[in-house]
């Protein structure tokens, strides 16, 4: 899955490092904690807090709307 940083988050729990805004990075994995192991770029393996993160949709993604 594709993912960046919430807008909404001014500072990660585990902090930048080398990520920003608008980056988009593939979730790896997922620790014994739930963190969540992200592949940007520019990081080797960046650690974040799912709560902090959403999911990144690209031009041609398929999506399924749930009726509210």
């Known amino acids: 899955d594709q993912v960046c940083v919430k807008r909404s988050v001014e ?3 585990y902090q930048w490092g080398s990520v920003r ?7 790896k994995s997922f620790d014994s904690d739930g963190d969540m ?4 770029a520019c990081s080797s ?3 974040a807090k799912p709560s902090e993160m ?15």
């Open 21 to 27: 805004h608008g980056m988009v990075g593939k979730v």
């Open 37 to 40: 192991k992200v592949q940007f």
């Open 45 to 47: 393996c960046w650690t």
């Open 11 to 13: 500072t990660p729990r």
């Open 54 to 68: 959403e999911y990144s949709f690209r031009e041609g993604d398929r999506v399924c709307v749930k009726k509210s």
